[in-house]
Nanobody, 120 residues
Framework: QVQLTESGGGSVQAGTSLRLSCESFGTFFSIDDVAWYRQAPGKQRELVAE???????NYADSVKGRFTISASNTKTSVYLQMNSLKPEDTAVYYCHATGYGKGYLPFDSWGQGTQVTVSS
């Protein structure tokens, strides 16, 4: 099983920046898709940004031009650089990864989440 651990959340003022990190632990054959999701109080979890197995980065319209997702070559480390933060970015941010683990069994893992709070 692959475990994901996020870090880097916090409370900041609008207009400032934060960088989230996600580290993968465990035995795996490959990490294919990696992504950041977020869930605000009373709302459904939504995709923020992803890097596909083909290396394509996709972003939610609400964060395009402000957030940047990046990852190490093996995708064991994934980052989300968040600039020009807005109060509406307040949410718990989750790291997500899929791939193939020990025995070439597929895995679909989530981190525990990290809180980001943006005040006006």
């Amino acid at each position: 099983q692959v475990q994901l651990t996020e870090s880097g959340g916090g409370s900041v003022q609008a207009g400032t920046s934060l960088r989230l990190s996600c580290e993968s632990f465990g035995t795996f054959f490959s990490i294919d898709d990696v992504a950041w999701y977020r869930q605000a109080p009373g709302k459904q979890r939504e995709l923020v940004a992803e890097i596909t197995s083909g290396g394509i980065s996709n972003y939610a319209d609400s964060v395009k031009g402000r957030f940047t997702i990046s990852a190490s070559n093996t995708k064991t480390s994934v980052y989300l650089q968040m600039n020009s933060l807005k109060p509406e970015d307040t949410a718990v941010y989750y790291c997500h990864a899929t791939g193939y683990g020990k025995g070439y069994l597929p895995f679909d893992s989530w981190g525990q989440g990290t809180q980001v709070t943006v005040s006006s």
